[in-house]
């Protein structure tokens, strides 16, 4: 992968009608992996913006588009998947997808993507899908390593709340996530692939050697294994 400023786009034109007829199981995949780049920027802690080069005030604004975005996901996603064909959703959701370029100028994504991108190349997975699959267990393990960090646990109930208000009831980030997913029918974690011996290790591997590493709890070779065991329970 390579990038520079000069091909940053100076507009960007947003047009429904291009998504109108894409399949709900690709609608599905596209939309979380559009919902993981706003969670995941959200995530990444203030000092990590500070490092990154933003001001207070550009990782305040980073953090409404992740939150704006948020919700636009949970109301339209659901819609689209079910009516592909209603183009107000869709704009609405390729909003969202906007927001989270936006939102994830914050830092480099975490281990969501990590090892998303990790299974991804392993299984030869669509990346939304494999961003569905690694959610649950990355989130679950980074609800449970931010107790006791005021910064996390308030981001954590703020996020929880805007999945409240769009009726999904769990008590926790992880369970409400995993509603979606289902309602989606989305699978989770690696059930139904061919995982071999030796392969949750190579993933591990893979997934910390990839460049979505600021995970709001930091995550070594060794802590992505518990990660990828985690993903195979489920």
Same mark, same amino acid.
């Given at each position: 992968m390579f990038g520079h400023p000069s091909f940053?786009?100076?507009?960007?034109? %947003?047009?429904?009608?291009?998504?109108?007829? %894409?399949?709900p199981v690709l609608t599905a995949a596209t939309g979380?992996?559009?919902?993981?780049?706003?969670t995941e920027a959200?995530?990444?802690?203030?000092?990590?913006?500070?490092?990154d080069g933003l001001s207070p005030a550009q990782i305040?604004?980073?953090?409404?588009?992740?939150?704006?975005?948020?919700?636009?996901?949970?109301?339209? %996603?659901?819609?689209?998947?079910?009516?592909?064909?209603?183009?107000?959703?869709r704009l609405q959701m390729q909003v969202a997808a906007f927001y989270g370029a936006k939102a994830f100028r914050k830092g480099d994504l975490g281990g969501v993507h990590a090892t998303g991108h990790a299974i991804g190349a392993t299984y030869h %997975?669509?990346?939304?899908?494999?961003?569905?699959r690694m959610s649950v267990?990355?989130?679950?393990?980074?609800?449970?390593?931010?107790?006791?960090?005021? &910064?996390?646990?308030?981001?954590?109930?703020?996020?929880? &709340?805007?999945?409240?208000?769009?009726?999904?009831?769990g008590k926790n980030v992880h369970d409400c996530v995993r509603q979606l997913l289902e309602s989606l029918q989305l699978p989770l974690g690696l059930r139904g692939l061919n995982v071999q011996k030796g392969d949750l290790e190579k993933l591990a591997q893979l997934a910390a050697n990839d460049g979505c590493q600021t995970n709001p709890v930091k995550l070594d070779q060794a802590k992505y294994l518990t990660i990828?065991?985690?993903?195979?329970?489920l």
């Open positions: 940053f786009s100076k507009w960007v034109s %947003l047009t429904p009608q291009f998504t109108e007829k %894409l399949p979380i992996d559009a919902l993981f780049h706003l959200f995530f990444v802690t203030h000092e990590a913006g500070i490092n305040e604004q980073c953090d409404a588009f992740s939150l704006d975005g948020t919700k636009r996901v949970l109301e339209y %996603l659901p819609v689209v998947f079910k009516q592909g064909g209603d183009l107000e959703a %997975l669509h990346h939304g899908a494999a961003i569905a267990p990355v989130l679950t393990f980074n609800e449970q390593a931010s107790k006791g960090n005021a &910064e996390l646990e308030k981001k954590f109930a703020q996020m929880l &709340e805007i999945y409240n208000k769009h009726n999904f009831a990828f065991e985690m993903a195979k329970a």
